[in-house]
């Protein structure tokens, strides 16, 4: 058994919400640098180079990469030889949280309640997922999510005839209708399988892949490709202004599911596809 006390895990949070809007990782760096070498459209290709000036001014002079700096979503791995110590793991991950975004100078955009809309000022409480996995460490991967792409994001409940075409509607059909509402170039997350909860779920932990990744499932990687192929034929392009880099990525996870459904989700993602993992 291995001690973890929660004063570390609040620290690494406070530092990784701060990290993560800060600066995108490397991957989706160059994936958005080999966008702008490949795009033919001059307007794209212009705006493709203002967002990697934009990426450049906010790593260096310490400035979020967007102003929209996200409500915290935690996916969060715990070794089943792990016991956290000194307090309540959920709270200790609020509390970095809110110092993070508070320290940080980052945007508050959360409301304690869905109606009255009274903002909590300090960025918390945080959505949290919860896995128990084998081992003695702690990961916990963060993704700041912005609602301009997150109102565009979709579930359908598919019967099961509507099969793999029936899915790749779907994907389609929310990309077409995000247009430039969710700040293409987009990455797309896509659930399929499990219920009506874990369909998302899946969907929104996509997004923490790095773009060019694939699914170990071949058939998937397949149909990631060609999703990603036909959507940047669309010819939204770079904030929605035309040019064939519509989307960077679409990353999709498979659970199983019900004889009678075929859940599909997909969570759209502005091309700052904020995401950032710490391990303890």
């Given at each position: 058994m291995r001690d973890i006390?929660?004063?570390d895990i609040t620290q690494a949070v406070k530092n990784i919400c701060i990290s993560a809007n800060l600066e995108l990782s490397d991957e989706m760096q160059s994936c958005i640098r080999e966008a702008k070498n490949t795009e033919k459209n001059p307007l794209a290709k212009q705006i493709l180079d203002q967002l990697q000036e934009n990426m450049e001014i906010a790593k260096t002079d310490k400035i979020p990469i967007c102003q929209d700096t996200g409500m915290a979503v935690f996916f969060i791995e715990i070794g089943q030889e792990v016991h956290i110590t000194g307090g309540n793991l959920t709270q200790a991950v609020n509390e970095g949280v809110r110092q993070g975004y508070t320290e940080g100078y980052l945007r508050k955009s959360v409301v304690g309640d869905p109606l009255i809309r009274e903002n909590t000022k300090d960025n918390t409480p945080a959505i949290i997922h919860y896995d128990i996995v084998s081992g003695d460490s702690l990961k916990i991967t963060i993704t700041p999510k912005g609602f301009g792409s997150e109102n565009m994001s979709v579930l359908k409940m598919l019967k099961p005839a509507d099969g793999i075409e029936g899915v790749k509607?779907?994907?389609?059909?929310?990309?077409?209708?995000?247009?430039?509402n969710a700040c293409p170039p987009f990455v797309i997350g896509v659930g399929i399988g499990g219920d009506f909860e874990l369909a998302p779920k899946l969907a929104k932990k996509a997004l923490t892949r790095e773009p060019g990744s694939h699914n170990e499932i071949a058939y998937i990687a397949e149909l990631e490709k060609e999703l990603l192929d036909t959507i940047n034929k669309m010819g939204i392009g770079p904030a929605?202004?035309?040019?064939?880099t519509t989307a960077l990525a679409v990353n999709i996870e498979t659970y199983a599911t019900h004889i009678?459904?075929?859940p599909v989700a997909v969570n759209m993602c502005c091309h700052v596809d904020r995401h950032r993992t710490v391990i303890l």
């Amino acid at each position: 058994m291995r001690d973890i006390d929660v004063k570390d895990i609040t620290q690494a949070v406070k530092n990784i919400c701060i990290s993560a809007n800060l600066e995108l990782s490397d991957e989706m760096q160059s994936c958005i640098r080999e966008a702008k070498n490949t795009e033919k459209n001059p307007l794209a290709k212009q705006i493709l180079d203002q967002l990697q000036e934009n990426m450049e001014i906010a790593k260096t002079d310490k400035i979020p990469i967007c102003q929209d700096t996200g409500m915290a979503v935690f996916f969060i791995e715990i070794g089943q030889e792990v016991h956290i110590t000194g307090g309540n793991l959920t709270q200790a991950v609020n509390e970095g949280v809110r110092q993070g975004y508070t320290e940080g100078y980052l945007r508050k955009s959360v409301v304690g309640d869905p109606l009255i809309r009274e903002n909590t000022k300090d960025n918390t409480p945080a959505i949290i997922h919860y896995d128990i996995v084998s081992g003695d460490s702690l990961k916990i991967t963060i993704t700041p999510k912005g609602f301009g792409s997150e109102n565009m994001s979709v579930l359908k409940m598919l019967k099961p005839a509507d099969g793999i075409e029936g899915v790749k509607q779907v994907v389609l059909d929310a990309a077409s209708n995000a247009g430039p509402n969710a700040c293409p170039p987009f990455v797309i997350g896509v659930g399929i399988g499990g219920d009506f909860e874990l369909a998302p779920k899946l969907a929104k932990k996509a997004l923490t892949r790095e773009p060019g990744s694939h699914n170990e499932i071949a058939y998937i990687a397949e149909l990631e490709k060609e999703l990603l192929d036909t959507i940047n034929k669309m010819g939204i392009g770079p904030a929605g202004l035309g040019g064939s880099t519509t989307a960077l990525a679409v990353n999709i996870e498979t659970y199983a599911t019900h004889i009678a459904g075929l859940p599909v989700a997909v969570n759209m993602c502005c091309h700052v596809d904020r995401h950032r993992t710490v391990i303890l």
